[in-house]
Structure formats: structure tokens, C-alpha cells
């Protein structure tokens, strides 16, 4: 074979496999993960479990967000990719009732709809849980009880009113509350602040100010425990107002260690995002999904066929212990 022609064959060869490879990745289901909000810790780490479940299940799996908690802002995200027919959207929604008609306007186009943090929501395929909303309200509680003895005033943040999660959890937390520790009480209505640090700054002062009784504040929200622990940093409080919540523990480790948050009562999204990838997974390859079903990494789900929930229960405790092993 003369010099030329084996350079053309050689050459030839390569972009041959290479086309192969590049239809190989086009071949693969695109899952989509839509954040709350883009460049959150807690999203970020969402994130890191999205891409491993694509490598671990073959799918093209990428996670995106907003650059605000503003409903609509994921609703034009779920339009560009019903436009684009992606195989799954996967999301964590701002608000369940603003999303619905586009979850379904994505299921009439032959799209899978996930949620995590939004149980009942009609026009998803499934919901999926990584905690047991009840025990993890009741674990908080219990937690916050081992601190303040079970008495005093208390204050709830979510990250928003329209949050479904957050709220269910502040509900429970207060159900729980009532029936075993009756002397605790809510100094005020719940917050809508744990998405911002400084929201959730700023309220903690005003309320340790306003409310003298003021002992526990707990936040369903990765930003929450921040703010509230720097405020509490600020009026070196540490021993008079108890910080607790959902956080990153790498984000929250100097305020862990310093007192000044009390403990971390939460789970790694990096789970959420990986288990959402892999039932994904599991219904573009029309797998069944009933009693029984277990998602590997993580184990075995308790599934609720009727109200289309997957819920484990992962609990993470984070405390000055374990602080520097975690993520």
C-alpha cells in the first residue's frame, strides 16, 4: 500500500471510529436535573450525584438551574427542553402548582417527569423521597429537645412559602412537636428565608432582638443554618439560641466547630441526585418499579404505588465529631 493511500485509510479509520463514538454518546438517554438554583453548595453537590449516576447507568445525565428560586424561571428551563425532547427531566421544584401544566404539557410529549422534595404532585411520574418525611420531622425534634429540655420558643425557615417539602416538614415538625413537648412553642410564624444567607441573617437578629424567649431556630434549607449561625456568631449567643438544619457540612464547618450552629440535621443531595438519575434509568429501560425495588449505592426503597413515592431514609447527624470526615 503506497504512503499516501495507507495515510488516507488510517485517516479515514479514525473518523470512522470517531463518528462510531459520537453516535454511541448521542445513543444515550439525556436526563436533565433542574436545581432550585444554579451554584447553591447544596445544588452543587445535587449535581456531582447526577453525573454519577449517568456514568454508572449509561445515560447522558447533566443537572442545570435558575438564578432565582422564581418559578417561572424553571418553567422557561422545562419548555427549552421539551423543545430539545430530552428523554427525562428530573427537578426539584420552587413551586409544585406554577409547574404543573408544563410537568404535563412534558408527559404528553412522551417525556419522564421526577420530582424530589414535592410528594403528590399529579403530572410526575414519581416522587422521590431520600429521607421519611415523618421520622426525619420527629428526628429534628427530638435533636433540638436534647438541647433546650424540651421548652422554649422556637422559629421555623423554609425556603419558601410555595416550597412543598420545606413546608411539609415544618407541619410535621410542629405536629410532633405538640404531642411530645408541649412546653415548646413558635415565637412567630415560619420564615421564608433558608435559600439566602442573608435573608436568614438578618431575620435571626431581628428575632433574638424581638423575641427574649427566642432558644432554637431550625432551617429546612441549605442556607439557613448559615445565617442564623453568623448572626448568632455576631451576638455571641451560642449558648443562649441553638442553630440546627439542612446544610453542606463543608459550608457549614468553621460555625459546626465554633458552637455557634449546633448540629446538622439533614442527608447529602449527591444521594438525591444519583437516586433520581437511577429510576430514571429504570423507566426509560421499562423497568418495573414496585416492592422490592432497590437502586444500587443507596439500597432498598419503600415504595407507595398509589401516591408514586420512592422514599428512603439516609439521615445525615452533622456535629463537631464527625465535621471534618464529611463531604
Known sequence: MKTNALQNWLTAGCL???????GALA???????ISKIAGMPWFNRMGEGVTQG???FSLNATQIGPSSTDAPQQVKIIEDLIAKKVSAITIVPNDADVLEPVFKKARDAGIVVLTNESPGQPSAN?????IDNQQFAADNVEQVAKFNGGKGGYVLYVGSL???QHNLWADLFVKYQKEHYPDMHEVTSRMPVSESIDDSRRTTLDLMKAHPDLNTIVAFGSQGPIGAGR????KRAKNKVHVYGMMIPSQAASLIKSGDITEGITYDPATAGYALTAVASSLLKGEN????YEVKNIGKADVDTDKKVIKFHKVLLVTKDNIDSLY
Open 231 to 234: 448572626a448568632v456568631k455576631e
Open 126 to 130: 414519581w416522587d422521590i423521597e431520600i
Open 162 to 164: 410555595t416550597v412543598p
Open 16 to 22: 470512522g471510529l470517531m463518528i462510531s463514538a459520537s
Open 289 to 292: 418499579i414496585g416492592s422490592g
Open 27 to 33: 445513543a444515550q438517554p439525556e436526563v436533565v436535573n
Open 54 to 56: 449517568g456514568k454508572d
